[in-house]
Structures are given as structure tokens and as C-alpha cells.
């Protein structure tokens, strides 16, 4: 869902026209809500035994690498990269349409372009503790993947998220049907189907020949999360997600430019995930504490549908079982100053089965990141990160520092953040 | 099967058993209890904000969300005080009784004529409340006003206890008349406070003192020093008679500000059960009374 750049301009219109409509009392005002988030930050980051910078190195590590270009995967500067980055700016309205639904649009713009991230309806007033949503959206599968960049405590996502399911997340054309229980005790559940659930993750679809076509939906997703009433200071919830795709790959193994081979399969992702947090008295964050961790195995299988350079590979299999979790805690150090910590580790468990018959397994990778943030107020924030990894990459190992600073920003009348 | 299916849907609360009381959401302290003071043991009153909380600062948590999922009605304070977590609480919910075209909705702000509604929004004034200062619960005559209201809707959501609600309302109404009486007498006329945040507006409107200057220097901006300086110069002209601040509020700059002015700090509760003996709204506003006077 990419857009030229030429469509900024209606739409940067009729920004402009809204917020003077509005100037007066927005609550009082027409629909839409509208609001402007401005993420950017500066990053450098170091490596040893290679000169390649973070992003080539994320996309090398041992078990995961893309290997060979991907059709139908776009590949865009979303890495962090050495130097100014400008994440994006995102567009945010929201409101009601009548009684019966509600409606989003997030358009988010980059240097390269517009892209619509969101484009959701759901109800509002169904029975039973229903409410079924469509359109464009985030999947509710684990608890990154439907928050924001611009939400995230660090500027750089979990390397899990990012390594299975690229940097936009499971985001696609889809229903969800979801349902909270009226129990003494929190009890959501949630089944989703989507078009395929993203362009650049775990479940990539490609339908083109000599690869078989599937149809809509080729990706499923269901979710629980669930959670004891607290109180009123303390909360914790505890989800458990699972997500089943048609994958496809079309590779060029001489490198001539021309694809030779196709695999055809699918990928499987499950995995649990918890936050507890902790609202203290104390002023302006101080003293708070969110606990968050997300745990995910990932089972590829894919067979070869059909080789031209070795026509009797045709129905082997590939197949990847691989894990990854980050845990992370968030401290709120002084009023208006938080810090946080957090571990990532992927690949306890890294076996790769080739179609060959061989197999192999790769070492984990790990990396500590440490971040510190200052809110102006709640509509400005200042982040600093700073991170030191172990990177298993196909071609040795590697170390590597990071380091950014960002600056978030929220204009208009934002809507509430999800817990 | 059909009757697995009936006792699955029992077991997951979709059917309200008949002659139970009715679920009432409060965000606030205060609206509770003038809730309680209404509804008796005919409501269960479940309230989001603990009274040690600041209001301004609340996310909406999964047991908040599953409160308003089982509200047979959502009382809130509005003028886009809860604006960080009502609007997703009603959405998540997914409670068609909670929905803002529902008597179910209940925004307390309706029955108030706000003061301080900015003529322009820009959040160079900080975090300002477009509709208005959302303080108005220290006004007992809007908080009366409010107490009608909620007698109102409870008695159209529960018609069979509508004169129970309607002769509590009452009851609540000639007490808080009773006692207004007293407050009346509080000399306030002409004193001058300087306050922590823009929450003593009601209360100096209507008893006749001037907050002269504000610890924030803008709402929901914590004070940089040099803006402290400033402050203290004023305060040598203006001559307050006191500091006001919320138990949630920090108290390091005004106790800082008080050392250097030998101005006392008077903690003032912002809510009900915020200090001691603020166990209802009519004693909460005593005691602002009491600690002000």
C-alpha cells in the first residue's frame, strides 16, 4: 500500500484545513480527531571484523538471512542507519462514524513516500462483549506488534519482532473477530485472518507462477490475553499468541538475474508474552515500573516446487526451527525521567534442515540495550539508547555498539494509548 | 449441545441475574461517593482513580477496561480530564450500555457552566483543558446540580428505585444546602493563595479569594528554577497567604518556595479520601474549607 508522493498534498490540505476548523475546542468539533506524530532521531552504531552498519547486519545473522533477493519484498530504510533518521511522520484521524462504528486512518509519511498504515472500522455496539474489526490494521498478536514506533520505550525495536516480522509488523487487509468476557478476571480472546500479514516477515506470499496460488485469507492469527484484577495500582497481563501463513520464496541461485527456484510452504509462530506494571503515587512517573517480555518459536516449512538448476530437488523440504524473546523493564528514576533495560536474545534454538539433506545450527545472538528518556511534557520526549550485542552471522561472529538519540513528538488531540 | 452452549454462554456473564444490584462506573472519588450518597445498597460503585492518584495521569488498564465492560453505567468527571483513558476504556469495552449516545454515558460535566474556556488552544499554555478548567468538583452548587443529574439516570436505568434515588438525592441535596449554610462564613473573602496547579479555581470563585501565581508554570510543566525566581518576586508583592497543594502533587518546589517566603504550605485535598476525614464529598469540602480558612 504504497502511494506516490504527489498524494502528501491532499492530504497535507486537508491537515491544514482541519486544524484551523478546529482551533477552537476540540472536543467540540466535528469529527475527525487529527493528530501529528513527529519521531526522529540521529544513530551510529559499530561493528568489529565487518564494515557493514546495523542494518546489513540484521539482515545477516546466522539462520534468518534473507540469502537471496526476494521477490515482492520490499526492502526500505526503516534500519536504523548511521546518521540523522527520520522515521516518519504520521498522520492520525480518528472518530466516530455513527452509533454503530468507529473508524481510523494513519497514513504515515517518509522521506520516500506516503504509506497508509491503518485503515480501520469496528463496531461499537455488539452484543455479547463482541466487536469485529476490518480494513488495514495491526494484528493484536503479542504486544509489540499493535503498539506504535512512536510508543515503543526504545528507538529500536526488539530484534524477535524484527527479524520475524519485519519492521512493519503483522499489518495487512484483514477481519478480527474479538471478544471479552464479563469474568471476574480480564479474559480477551481474538481470531484474525489476513491477506497475507505483511510484506516483509515470516509470511510472505507471492502466488506469482510457477508458484501455486492460495487464497484469501492466507494468514490466521489467534490470541488470548488474560489477567487478574490488581487493583488499582498494580496490573498484569498475560497473553498467549499464535500466527499460520502460506510462505513463499523465489530464489536466484546462479545469480543471473532470472529466478531458478521456488519454494512454496508455510510458517508458524507461536509464543506467550507478559507486562506487569506499577503506578506509584509519586509525581509525573516517578517510582512507576513496566515489566514487558515476549517469548516466540517460529517453525518454517517449505518444499521446493520446482528447480531449474536441479530438477530432482523438487519436493525437498526446508526447514527452520528458530526462538527468540526480549525482556525489559522501564524505571521511573526522577519525575519526568525514565530508564530501562533490555535483553534480547534470539536463537536458542537455530536449526536449519536444507533440501539437500544437511542441517545445521547456529549459535544464539544477544545484545543488552540500555535507554533514558525525558518528557518536556506529554506531548514531547527526548530518548537516549545505547546498546552492545553478540551477532551470529553466517560468516563468523561479530560485536557492535549502537547508539541514538530521538525526539518525539505529538501534535493535536491524540487518542489514548492501549495498556 | 444446545444446553453446553446456553451454560457456556451463562458461564461467560452475559446474562445479568434479575434482582441484582446495579454496576455503576466512577472515574473519580468524588463522583463515587456522591454516587453512593444517591444509589444506597442499590448500586455497587466501582471507582478507576484512587484518591492518592494525580487525575491527569491515568492509563487505562486492563481492570479499568473490565470494569466498564460489566458498567451498567460510567460516570466521568469530563471537559476532557479523563481524556487519556475514558475514550479507549468505552471502545475496548465493548459495552453498547457505556456508548456516549446511551443514558449509560454520563458525563458530570454537563450540569457545570465551566470557567477559564481559553478563547485559543495552543499547547505553548501548556497541557490546557480546551473546554475549560475540569476542577469544577470543588463548587458544591455544581456538584448539586450533578447529584440531580445522576438521581435522574440511575432512576431511568433502574426505574423500580426510581423515587428511592429521587428521595436520596434529596436527602443529600438539603444536607449539603445545611451545611453550606457554615461555609458560608468561612472568611476567604479578599485572601490570596498561590497554588501548585490550576485545580482552586470553583473554590475561589465562589468564596472570594485570588490564587496570584501558580507553582506550575504552566499547566502540567513542572517549575525550571529560574521560573521559581520569578514567582518569589511576585510573591514579595502579592503577600499570599498560604501555598496550595494536592497530596499528589510534588512538594519539593513549594516547600522550597515557603523556606524562602516563610509563606506556609497548606495541603489541600483535590479529592474525596485524598486526606483523613475526607470520607465523603460533604466532609472532603469541609475539610478544603477548614485547611484554607
Redesign the interface.
Known amino acids: 500500500m504504497r502511494f506516490a508522493l504527489k498524494t502528501i498534498l491532499p492530504v497535507a490540505v486537508l491537515l491544514l484545513s482541519s486544524l484551523s476548523a478546529r482551533a477552537a475546542a476540540p472536543g467540540l468539533t466535528m469529527n475527525p480527531d487529527l493528530s501529528v506524530i513527529l519521531d526522529g532521531y540521529v544513530y551510529y552504531d559499530h561493528f568489529n571484523a565487518t564494515d557493514e552498519d546495523g542494518a546489513h547486519v540484521f539482515s545477516e545473522i546466522a539462520g534468518f538471512e534473507a540469502g537471496h533477493h526476494h521477490e515482492g519484498e520490499e526492502t526500505h530504510a526503516h534500519e536504523p542507519a548511521d546518521g540523522f533518521n527520520w522515521r516518519h511522520a504520521e498522520l492520525n484521524f480518528s472518530g466516530s462514524v455513527d452509533p454503530f462504528f468507529k473508524a481510523w486512518v494513519i497514513a504515515a509519511i517518509s522521506p520516500e513516500g506516503a504509506e497508509l498504515e491503518v485503515a480501520q472500522i469496528e463496531t461499537l455496539e455488539l452484543p455479547l462483549g463482541l466487536k469485529v474489526k476490518t480494513g488495514k490494521f495491526f494484528s493484536d498478536f503479542g504486544r509489540l506488534n499493535a503498539q506504535h514506533s512512536h510508543q515503543w520505550p526504545f528507538i529500536t525495536a526488539p530484534m524477535v519482532n524484527q527479524l520475524f516480522f519485519g519492521h512493519h509488523g503483522i499489518n495487512d487487509l484483514g477481519l478480527q473477530v474479538s471478544y471479552l468476557a464479563g469474568l471476574p478476571f480480564y479474559l480477551e480472546l481474538g481470531l484474525e485472518g489476513f491477506e497475507t500479514g505483511g510484506e516483509e516477515n515470516s509470511l510472505a506470499y507471492l502466488g506469482e507462477p510457477p508458484l501455486p496460488k492460495f487464497n484469501s485469507p492466507r494468514t490466521g492469527v489467534a490470541w488470548l490475553k488474560a489477567g487478574p484484577d490488581l487493583g488499582l495500582e498494580h496490573s498484569l497481563l498475560a497473553g498467549a499468541s499464535f500466527i499460520q501463513g502460506v510462505r513463499q520464496e523465489e530464489h536466484d541461485g546462479d545469480e543471473n538475474g532470472a529466478a531458478d527456484h521456488w519454494l512454496s510452504g508455510w510458517a508458524q509462530v507461536a509464543g506467550a508474552d507478559l507486562v506487569y506494571k506499577y503506578d506509584d503515587p509519586a509525581p509525573m512517573g516517578k517510582n512507576d515500573i513496566v515489566v514487558e517480555a515476549e517469548y516466540y518459536v517460529r517453525h518454517v516449512r517449505m518444499q521446493i516446487y520446482r528447480h531449474d538448476l536441479a530438477a530432482e530437488m523438487a519436493g525437498a523440504y526446508l526447514q527452520k526451527l528458530q526462538d527468540g524473546l526480549y525482556a525489559q523493564a522501564i524505571y521511573g528514576l526522577w519525575p519526568q525521567w525514565r530508564i530501562g533495560l533490555r535483553f534480547d536474545h534470539l536463537g536458542s534454538l537455530n536449526r536449519v534442515e536444507y533440501p539437500d539433506g544437511s542441517a545445521a545450527t547456529f549459535d544464539p545472538t544477544r545484545r543488552t540495550t540500555f535507554m533514558a528518556d525525558w518528557s518536556f511534557s506529554e506531548f514531547s520526549r527526548l530518548r537516549w539508547e545505547g546498546s552492545y550485542g553478540e551477532y551470529a552471522l553466517a560468516d563468523g561472529n561479530v560485536n557492535g555498539w549502537s547508539c541514538g538519540m530521538q525526539i518525539d513528538i505529538s501534535l493535536g488531540v491524540h487518542g489514548a494509548h492501549k495498556f | 449441545m444446545k444446553r453446553t452452549l446456553w451454560g457456556f ?1 451463562l458461564l ?3 446474562a445479568v441475574p434479575a434482582g441484582a444490584k446495579m454496576q455503576v462506573v466512577a472515574t473519580l472519588p468524588w463522583i463515587g461517593s456522591v454516587l453512593r450518597e444517591i444509589g444506597g445498597d442499590k448500586i455497587q460503585v466501582t ?4 484518591p ?3 487525575p491527569h ?1 491515568i ?5 479499568m ?2 470494569a466498564a ?2 458498567a451498567d453505567a460510567l460516570f466521568f468527571n469530563g471537559l ?1 480530564l479523563e ?3 475514558v ?2 476504556l468505552i ?6 450500555k457505556i ?3 446511551k443514558p449509560g454515558y454520563f458525563d458530570c460535566s454537563r450540569f457545570v457552566d465551566p470557567i477559564e ?1 481559553p478563547e ?2 495552543d ?1 505553548r499554555q ?2 490546557v483543558h ?2 475549560g478548567n475540569p476542577h469544577y468538583h470543588f463548587s458544591a452548587p455544581a456538584v448539586l446540580k450533578i447529584s440531580e443529574g445522576m438521581a435522574q439516570t440511575l432512576g431511568q436505568l433502574d426505574p423500580a428505585q426510581a423515587a428511592w434515588y429521587q428521595a436520596n438525592a434529596e436527602a443529600f441535596a438539603a444536607r449539603l444546602r445545611a451545611k453550606q449554610e457554615t461555609w458560608a462564613v468561612v472568611p476567604l473573602q479578599g485572601k490570596r493563595f498561590v497554588a501548585h496547579h490550576r485545580m482552586y479555581e470553583y473554590l475561589a470563585k465562589e468564596y472570594g479569594f485570588t490564587i496570584s501565581g501558580y507553582v506550575e508554570p504552566k499547566p ?3 517549575p525550571s528554577s529560574g521560573y521559581i525566581e520569578t514567582l518569589l518576586k511576585s510573591m514579595e508583592q502579592s503577600k499570599p497567604d498560604g501555598i496550595l497543594v494536592s497530596p ?3 512538594k519539593k518546589e513549594a516547600a522550597y518556595i515557603s523556606a524562602q517566603t516563610g509563606v506556609k504550605v497548606i495541603l489541600l485535598p483535590h479529592d474525596v479520601g485524598a486526606v483523613p476525614e475526607t470520607g465523603d464529598y460533604l466532609a472532603f469540602i469541609n475539610t478544603v474549607l477548614e485547611a484554607v480558612k
Request: aromatic share 4%.
Open positions: 454462554m461467560l456473564g452475559l471507582m478507576l482513580v484512587k492518592s492518584q494525580d495521569m492509563e487505562a488498564k486492563p481492570g477496561i473490565l465492560r460489566k476532557d481524556i487519556g483513558y475514550p479507549l471502545d475496548s469495552s465493548r459495552n453498547p456508548q456516549p449516545d474556556v485559543s488552544v499547547r501548556g497541557d480546551p473546554l502540567g510543566i513542572p499528589y502533587s510534588s
